[in-house]
T-cell receptor, first 113, second 114 residues
Framework: QQQVRQSPQSLTVWEGETAILNCSYE??????FPWYWQFPRESPALLIAIRPVSNKKEDGRFTIFFNKREKKLSLHITDSQPGDSATYFC????????????FGSGTRLLVSP | EAAVTQSPRNKVAVTGGKVTLSCNQT?????MYWYRQDTGHGLRLIHYSYGAGSTEKGDIPDGYKASRPSQENFSLILELATPSQTSVYFCASGDTGSSAETLYFGSGTRLTVL
């Protein structure tokens, strides 16, 4: 079963708008939640990450909001730019079980100028 | 930045044939991973390793074997390739020490099984 779920599968926003990407998980032992982005014909790369001790992590225009009780998190991209167009993966890992890192199915974001 | 090199970049194999995908990393990371990427499924973990000589099953290990003969090298082996294994395969490496490791990915191998 999918341990990490993402929605929507695809999202289109206009340049300057805020894009909101959602993620949920099932395993309470997950203690680290990185987001990776992947541009067409490239490899995934780390974008931003959060630990459950925080409910918010900001890095420029990118912000993760985390709700531990509901096992949900979201990535907000403010003032979206065409260069943000990529597939975004929510991932999760746990200290037990050997740092296994599992990924969601991804959200394909298109920012239209 | 970590350097992870995969070979080959592209591979066409026949059903029932043996396929070996290779991965080499030069930054002395203990952990290495093999994922496959398919539309609608994201990145699914096949096998991973904590260091030379160790291999662990991921979420979808059936039909795959892994080998970690050294710190630098991690191979994925398809003994009897099937068309359902047509996919893009990514190798990744990561620092050890906590669950908060960053994964560094190779460029991927596109495998087609006819």
């Amino acid at each position: 079963q999918q341990q990490v779920r993402q929605s929507p599968q695809s999202l289109t926003v206009w340049e300057g708008e805020t894009a909101i990407l959602n993620c949920s998980y099932e395993d309470s032992t997950f203690d680290y939640f990185p987001w990776y982005w992947q541009f067409p014909r490239e490899s995934p790369a780390l974008l931003i990450a959060i630990r459950p001790v925080s409910n918010k992590k900001e890095d420029g225009r990118f912000t993760i909001f985390f709700n531990k009780r509901e096992k949900k998190l979201s990535l907000h991209i403010t003032d979206s730019q065409p260069g943000d167009s990529a597939t975004y993966f929510c991932a999760a890992s746990a200290g037990t079980g050997g740092y296994k890192v599992v990924f969601g199915s991804g959200t394909r974001l298109l920012v239209s100028p | 930045e970590a350097a992870v090199t995969q070979s080959p970049r592209n591979k066409v194999a026949v059903t029932g044939g043996k396929v070996t995908l290779s991965c080499n990393q030069t930054n002395n990371h203990n952990n290495m991973y093999w994922y496959r990427q398919d539309t609608g499924h994201g990145l699914r973990l096949i096998h991973y390793s904590y260091g030379a000589g160790s291999t662990e099953k991921g979420d979808i290990p059936d039909g795959y074997k892994a080998s970690r003969p050294s710190q630098e090298n991690f191979s994925l082996i398809l003994e009897l390739a099937t068309p359902s294994q047509t996919s893009v395969y990514f190798c990744a490496s990561g620092d050890t020490g906590s669950s908060a490791e960053t994964l560094y990915f190779g460029s991927g191998t596109r495998l087609t099984v006819l």
